[in-house]
């Protein structure tokens, strides 16, 4: 290789070890915000007729997920309530929800990493990325 040709390798091999290190690494920025995008359009496809698409919920029937004290303390109930389905009563915020949310058992594990990720880190709630091998690790553990 002649001397003029590996001075230009050697920086552009440098940026591509440096984006290994740093662009895809589990929790780097460009992995959240693609896990926010697609998280986005899968709450979009799966959620937002419920919950409504700015996570407000619907009065006494559809609890909050915008600043929702329950998604905060109970993540791996609700990763095992978007899969299976939820029931019985529970408390968002003070206010008594007790309907039955169906469970969306045609979503994969990736998608549901996304769709928990978006609603962890919109609307003032910010957690960073739930990750897949938290999802498969918490389906594992539910109770259906
Ligand atoms: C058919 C309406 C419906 C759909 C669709 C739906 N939910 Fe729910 N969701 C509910 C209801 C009703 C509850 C309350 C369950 C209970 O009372 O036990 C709930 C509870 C929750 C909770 C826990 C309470 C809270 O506000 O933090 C989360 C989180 C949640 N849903 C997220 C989702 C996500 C994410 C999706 C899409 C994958 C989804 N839901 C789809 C109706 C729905």
Known sequence: MDMKLKMNVI????????????????????KLKQYMVNGQRGYEANCANCHMSDG??????????????????HLDQVICGIK???????????????????????LSDIEIAEIVTFITNTWGNGNGIVTIEQVQGQLKKCNN
């Open 11 to 30: 920086p552009l091999f440098l940026l591509i070890l440096f984006c290994f290190a740093s662009c895809g690494g589990s929790n780097s920025p460009v």
């Open 56 to 73: 407000s919920g619907l009065g006494k029937v559809i609890p909050p997920l915008k600043g929702a004290d329950f998604l905060d303390k």
């Open 84 to 106: 299976y389905g939820m029931d019985g009563k529970i408390i968002v915020n003070g206010v008594e929800y007790d309907q039955p949310m169906p469970g969306s058992k045609f």
